[in-house]
C-alpha cells in the first residue's frame, strides 16, 4: 500500500513540473527571431500572404489564447499538425520514434557492457597500472565531444574500412541495426566512461567495508563476494547514473542523429526549430518531458527491488 500511495505522490507531482514546462516551451519558441509564415513562404513574400498564413496558423490570436490552445492540446495529447510538413505530430512522433527508440537501446547495451566490464576490471584488480589505464581512457572519452568521436569512427570504419554505413537508416531491421552501430558506439563512449569510473569507485569503496572482510572470513567463495556483497551495492548508484545519461542519450540524438543523417526524433526537432513549426517543436519537448519524468519514476521504483532495505515512502 505505501508504494502505490509513492507512486500515487509522484505522478501527482509531475503535474506542476509538466505545467512549468508548458510555460518553458511555449515562451522559448516565441523568444527564437523569425516567423513561421515567413519561413514557409520565403522572405519576398508580401505582406498580405504573410497575415493570411499567420490567421490560418492562429499567429494572429493573442499570446495568452495561443497558451491556452496549446495547453488544451497538452491535456488531450492531441498536438494537431505540423505546420511545414502538413501530418499529424503523433503520427510524426511514432514514425521517427523507432529510429531514436533503437539508437537508445543500441547504445544502452554497449553502455551497460563496456561500462561493467572495464569498471569491475578497473574496481577489482589489484594491477595499479590495469587501474591506471582503465582511468585514463576513461577519461579521454569523458573530454572528447560525441560529434568528433563519431567524425572518427565514420573515417575509420565507415570511408577506410568500408565495414559500416556512414550515414541513413537502411530499408530492413538488418540494415537498420547495422546502420546503428556506429552512433551506438559514439554515443555510448562518453557515458560508458563516466560509469567506469562511477563502477570502479564504488568498488573500490565498498571493498573497503568491513561487511566484506566479513565475508572473506565466512570461507566464503570470491566470485560469490564480488556477486552479492560487492557488484549488487554497485547497482543503485550505477543505475541512477545510467538512468540520468539514458536522458542524456534522448537529448543527444539531436547530434548524433544530424552527424549520421539518421532520421530519428533529433534529428526531427531540429528541422521543425529551424521552420519555426510551433506545433511540432512543442508538441515533441513535451512528449520528451513526459518521458523523462517517467524514466525517472521508474528508476526510483526499481531501487526497492535492487536494495530491498530501500522502502518506497
Do not use: C
Not at 96 to 109: D, E, N, P, Q
Not at 240 to 261: D, H, K, N, P
Not at 270 to 276: E, V
Request: hydrophobic share 50%.
Amino acid at each position: 500500500m505505501k508504494e502505490f500511495n509513492y507512486i500515487i505522490k509522484r505522478v501527482l507531482q509531475m503535474i506542476p513540473v509538466l505545467l512549468v514546462v508548458t510555460v518553458v516551451i511555449f515562451a522559448g519558441m516565441r523568444l527564437i527571431p523569425g516567423s513561421p509564415a515567413i519561413t514557409m513562404l520565403g522572405d519576398h513574400a508580401t505582406p498580405q500572404a504573410v497575415e493570411e498564413l499567420n490567421e490560418k496558423l492562429g499567429l494572429n490570436e493573442p499570446l495568452i489564447v495561443q497558451y491556452f490552445l496549446f495547453l488544451k492540446q497538452v491535456l488531450t495529447f492531441d498536438f494537431g499538425n505540423s505546420i511545414t510538413l502538413n501530418a499529424p505530430v503523433w503520427d510524426l512522433f511514432k514514425e521517427k520514434a523507432v529510429v531514436t527508440l533503437t539508437l537508445a537501446a543500441m547504445t544502452g547495451i554497449f553502455t551497460l557492457v563496456i561500462s561493467f566490464l572495464f569498471g569491475y576490471i578497473g574496481g577489482i584488480s589489484k594491477n595499479k597500472v590495469v587501474t591506471k589505464t582503465v582511468d585514463t581512457v576513461s577519461l579521454i572519452f569523458i573530454s572528447v565531444p560525441e560529434f568528433w568521436i563519431g567524425i572518427q569512427l565514420m573515417m575509420i570504419f565507415g570511408l577506410n574500412l568500408g565495414l559500416f554505413p556512414v550515414g541513413g537508416w537502411g530499408t530492413t531491421w538488418g540494415e537498420h541495426l547495422h546502420s546503428m552501430v556506429l552512433p551506438a558506439i559514439a554515443g555510448g563512449l562518453g557515458t560508458s566512461a563516466l560509469m567506469i569510473r562511477n563502477i570502479e569507485e564504488e568498488i573500490l569503496k565498498i571493498r573497503r567495508q568491513d561487511y566484506v572482510d566479513f565475508a572473506y572470513s565466512k570461507g566464503l567463495k570470491k566470485s560469490v563476494v564480488r556477486n552479492r556483497y560487492i557488484l549488487k551495492n554497485v547497482m543503485v548508484s550505477t543505475v541512477t547514473l545510467f538512468s540520468m545519461r539514458i536522458v542524456y542519450m534522448f537529448a543527444g540524438s539531436v547530434v548524433i542523429e544530424t552527424v549520421f543523417a539518421l532520421p530519428g526524433l533529433g534529428n526531427l526537432l531540429m528541422q521543425a526549430i529551424l521552420s519555426r513549426d510551433y506545433n511540432l517543436v512543442q508538441g515533441l519537448v513535451y512528449i520528451f518531458a513526459v518521458i523523462v519524468l517517467v524514466m525517472n519514476l521508474l528508476t526510483d521504483i526499481s531501487y526497492s527491488f535492487i536494495n530491498p532495505r530501500i522502502k518506497l515512502e
